[in-house]
């Protein structure tokens, strides 16, 4: 069982003891559950979101909104963390790689996400994930979650990571499923190739197919899967409807 209370007099002393005790890498539903665990009703839900995008050594605008915060953390994508290894990761400043300028607005001229965007963002993907998880048809005619193992379909663990969604087509070929809540880039496809690689090798499956699912895809994104075989893209939008009582 684990403690009630921690000794952490911080939040970000707290988020950093959930990363060492859970090791490797976390997807926020991880660390929040551990957080709540130990330090339960200590902080409101919205200071994990500011604190995961404040304390990553690669979060421009994290560091830009909150210079006070310690930088321990590195940010993976997909809304998963570990710990920050200068050995591992490189060596960063100001949320770029060091000797790199940091970029003032995206990649497509528009400015970046504040950190109230990037708040709902996180949440807003493991809402996604929940969603596409009970409606995979939507994405493909007899598209399931994948059976047969003794791991969640959901969150799917490799080896301290995580695959959002492994799903079986008609044939029931693997399809390794990955979100993201913003734009999707070209380093979305090596990701899912090494998923599909480890995803062959678990399961000794010969055929492993690729479905990524972004609020926008990037051209480079276009230009690198349609270099590689078996990998679908697909852009979302949402739409709201009201009802008067």
């Known amino acids: 069982m684990p403690a009630q209370n921690g000794s952490a007099s911080t939040f970000a ?37 500011g604190h995961l995008n404040g304390c990553c050594v690669n979060s421009p605008k994290g560091i830009k909104n909150h210079p006070g915060f310690p930088r321990f953390l590195f940010a993976l994508g997909n809304s998963r963390y570990e710990l920050y290894d200068p050995d591992k990761h490189g060596a960063w400043e100001n949320g770029v790689p060091a000797g790199e300028q940091p970029q003032q607005q995206g990649e497509d001229g528009r400015d970046e996400l504040t950190d109230d965007d990037n708040a709902t963002a996180f949440a807003y993907e493991e809402d996604l994930r929940d969603y596409l998880a009970k409606n995979l048809n939507i994405l493909e005619p007899g598209l399931n979650l994948w059976t047969g193992s003794d791991k969640d379909s959901v969150e799917f663990a ?21 979100l993201t809540v913003s734009r999707g880039h070209e380093r979305t496809i090596g990701q899912c190739l090494y998923y599909r690689g480890k995803i062959k090798e678990i399961l ?37 409807t009201v009802r008067r009582l």
Do not use: C
């Open 13 to 49: 002393e707290a988020l950093r003891e959930s990363l060492e005790s859970l090791g490797g890498v976390r997807s926020k539903r991880d660390i929040a559950s551990w957080i709540q665990d130990h330090y339960p009703n200590r902080w409101k839900p919205g200071t994990l979101a």
């Open 204 to 240: 000794n499956a010969a055929k492993v197919r690729i479905i990524v699912v972004a609020q926008e895809i990037s051209p480079e994104l276009k230009l690198a899967a349609h270099e590689v075989p078996d990998v679908t893209l697909f852009e979302y939008s949402l739409s709201m």
């Open 158 to 178: 490799i080896e301290g990571r995580r695959i959002d969604i492994l799903a079986k087509d008609v044939a029931g070929v693997p399809v390794v499923v990955e």
